[in-house]
């Protein structure tokens, strides 16, 4: 997504799989968002709307309709997409709609585990808690390492698992009623890319002439 308003190059080449995925369905959200921007919809109701969505995906998810949280879970990050190519047709992208947007992904996300430590609390599933816990830790972290590095001025596009991918496993694996599965997946592999953007951040620093060598 990063998009109710992202403020983008295009000069660069995604390096990441939801990079990529991004770029290639560009034309296809621009033309699903025409209708909207016609309607006077804008990106960022989009965005909160995509964020109400989570939210009812995740209550699903706590009363344990997993299958149903996983449609809506889907039906929801088209918003991720939407919101973006709604701001760019209308001309109108904005710092504050790209920040609502990264911050509306951070709560989605958190609802979702949030949604299924309930459901393992209810069934005294310790070890689902404990995964769903390390899911939430991780997802969190990639995004933060990133944000402080730009912050810091440097690049951290890297990793295996940002918020698209996260999503590639969990789906199938609630629709499947593997939830545990999926998790278990996502704690080891987001934890994973957290600490593959610091490393590669302090590549960065030790190079010579960072003016930020020794962080």
């Given at each position: 997504?990063?998009?109710?308003?992202?403020?983008?190059?295009?000069?660069?080449?995604?390096?990441?799989?939801?990079?990529?995925?991004?770029?290639?369905?560009?034309?296809?959200?621009?033309?699903?968002?025409?209708?909207?921007?016609?309607?006077?919809?804008?990106?960022?109701?989009?965005?909160?709307?995509?964020?109400?969505?989570?939210?009812?995906?995740?209550?699903?998810?706590?009363?344990?309709?997993?299958?149903?949280?996983?449609?809506?879970?889907?039906?929801?990050?088209?918003?991720?997409?939407?919101?973006?190519?709604?701001?760019?047709?209308?001309?109108?992208?904005?710092?504050?709609?790209?920040?609502l947007d990264s911050v509306s992904d951070r709560y989605?996300?958190?609802?979702?585990?949030?949604?299924?430590?309930?459901?393992?609390?209810?069934?005294?599933?310790?070890?689902?808690?404990?995964?769903?816990?390390?899911?939430?830790?991780?997802?969190?972290?990639?995004?933060?390492?990133?944000?402080?590095?730009?912050?810091?001025?440097?690049?951290?596009?890297?990793?295996?698992?940002?918020?698209?991918?996260?999503?590639?496993?969990?789906?199938?694996?609630?629709?499947?009623?593997?939830?545990?599965?999926?998790?278990?997946?996502?704690?080891?592999?987001?934890?994973?890319?957290?600490?593959?953007?610091?490393?590669?951040?302090?590549?960065?620093?030790?190079?010579?002439?960072?003016?930020?060598?020794?962080?």
């Amino acid at each position: 997504m990063k998009g109710a308003a992202s403020v983008k190059g295009s000069a660069a080449k995604p390096s990441t799989f939801s990079g990529r995925m991004r770029l290639r369905t560009e034309r296809v959200m621009r033309a699903a968002a025409m209708p909207l921007v016609r309607a006077g919809v804008g990106p960022n109701a989009i965005t909160l709307g995509g964020l109400l969505g989570t939210t009812a995906a995740a209550v699903l998810l706590a009363r344990g309709q997993l299958g149903w949280g996983a449609v809506v879970i889907l039906l929801s990050s088209t918003a991720d997409v939407l919101d973006g190519a709604v701001a760019r047709l209308r001309g109108a992208p904005t710092r504050f709609g790209a920040l609502l947007d990264s911050v509306s992904d951070r709560y989605g996300e958190l609802l979702i585990y949030l949604g299924l430590v309930y459901r393992f609390l209810t069934r005294n599933d310790d070890i689902g808690v404990l995964l769903a816990f390390g899911a939430a830790a991780g997802s969190v972290l990639v995004s933060y390492v990133k944000a402080r590095a730009e912050g810091l001025g440097f690049e951290a596009q890297v990793g295996l698992l940002s918020r698209l991918e996260r999503f590639v496993i969990l789906i199938p694996s609630l629709l499947a009623g593997q939830a545990s599965v999926g998790l278990a997946l996502i704690a080891a592999l987001a934890n994973l890319t957290a600490i593959q953007r610091l490393l590669y951040v302090r590549r960065q620093a030790a190079a010579p002439g960072s003016r930020r060598s020794g962080v």
